[in-house]
């Protein structure tokens, strides 16, 4: 943050810069990226899917899925936001989101000037213990979420979430297979 936020303060209000409607979204939003110049606006995914174009890492790691996963939009300041599993601020999608409707970024919290402010990439999964966001996380997005809250900045998170001493074991792996 260039200055100290307020909670509940608007930062971001904007329109998607490019969206898809439809079962075949994901390549229309393909086809568009590989020819502009979205390529070198877009941040790329750290450790993309495999066999996954240029084009396809890019929207896997800057397009939002708006109401449904049939619609995705990409937007041009929105999209550059970090994740935190402990975010700072919130992402309204609205209804209409597509049909030019306005992306919004709320402080969910005061906000220190010089501190990164940061969403969720994975509000469905905010709740989960560690283990199944980043599982999710890297199988989704590409790369391991470095937070407090994932690097054990908040030990009650295991007492509070997992139902079990045995989800508190699961591997990465074994909480993917869970998850999805």
Excluded: W
Aim: with cysteine; net charge negative; proline share 6%.
């Amino acid at each position: 943050a260039a200055r100290d936020i307020n909670a509940g303060e608007v930062l971001i209000t904007e329109v998607p810069f490019i969206a898809k409607h439809g079962p075949d979204a994901l390549a229309k939003l393909e086809a568009h990226v590989a020819g502009s110049m979205l390529l070198h606006h877009l941040r790329p995914s750290p450790n993309p899917p495999l066999n996954v174009s240029k084009a396809g890492a890019l929207i896997s790691a800057n397009a939002f899925c708006l109401n449904t996963t049939a619609d995705l939009a990409i937007f041009q300041h929105v999209s550059l936001l970090n994740h935190s599993c402990l975010p700072n601020c919130s992402l309204d999608l609205p209804d209409g989101t597509l049909s030019r409707g306005h992306a919004v970024v709320y402080a969910s919290q005061r906000i220190p000037k010089g501190t990164e402010c940061t969403i969720s990439f994975q509000d469905q999964h905010i709740m989960l213990a560690t283990a199944f966001r980043a599982a999710f996380l890297n199988s989704a997005f590409g790369f391991e979420c470095v937070c407090t809250r994932c690097q054990g900045g908040n030990e009650a998170e295991h007492i509070l979430h997992s139902p079990s001493d045995k989800m508190k074991v699961l591997d990465k792996e074994q909480a993917m297979q869970v998850i999805m």
